[in-house]
């Protein structure tokens, strides 16, 4: 027979991750355990996904950084962030470029692209202009600026949409496919 173990209460859930979930209480987002704990009250208007024991939230005009536990690392002064991924959240200054920061709140990788993924398996897509290029955990660009989109979905391989055909290059630019090909 199963017994229930976190209670139903909740409005909203998103999924756990190191036994912390975001949950929406009425209006407001907090932190459950995965008992069904609120660890975090529910005052924050979001809350992106916990990674570790930090997750971004947002509450009455400002980005903040918090933990688990529901204590303010640092407060963030961006006018947008997004979720951590791989230990780095994606962050918007007031010019409207992006760049990283780690879970203190310190731009690692500076503000330099008109858009920017999620980290994701060590990689990140970044847009200069009108293309986009791929950077490592570092910030150095692997994959210069030439390609209409891409794909990160392996560790080894991307796609790239090139000349609006998607094809398949690895790490170091090397293209799957010919000119010829393309025609």
Not at 85 to 101: F, P
Not at 130 to 140: A, F, S, T
């Amino acid at each position: 027979v199963y017994k229930r173990q976190i209670p139903i209460l909740f409005d909203a859930v998103d999924f756990f991750n190191h036994r912390h979930a975001a949950v929406k209480l009425k209006k407001n987002w907090g932190i459950t355990d995965d008992k069904g704990k609120v660890v975090v009250p529910a005052i924050y208007s979001v809350i992106y996904p916990v990674e570790g024991k930090y997750a971004i939230a947002y509450s009455v005009d400002k980005w903040v950084i918090i933990t688990t536990k529901g204590r303010i690392i640092k407060e963030l002064n961006y006018d947008n962030v997004q979720a951590f991924h791989e230990e780095r959240a994606k962050v918007r200054n007031n010019e409207h470029l992006w760049g990283y920061i780690n879970y203190k709140g310190i731009e690692i990788i500076p503000c330099s692209w008109v858009d920017a993924s999620s980290f994701h398996l060590g990689l990140a897509k970044v847009k200069k202009e009108e293309l986009w290029g791929v950077i490592n955990k570092k910030g150095r660009l692997i994959i210069d600026y030439q390609y209409q989109d891409i794909r990160i979905e392996h560790p080894d391989y991307l796609w790239v949409k090139d000349k609006g055909l998607w094809g398949i290059i690895d790490l170091n630019n090397k293209r799957f496919w010919t000119e010829e090909e393309k025609e």
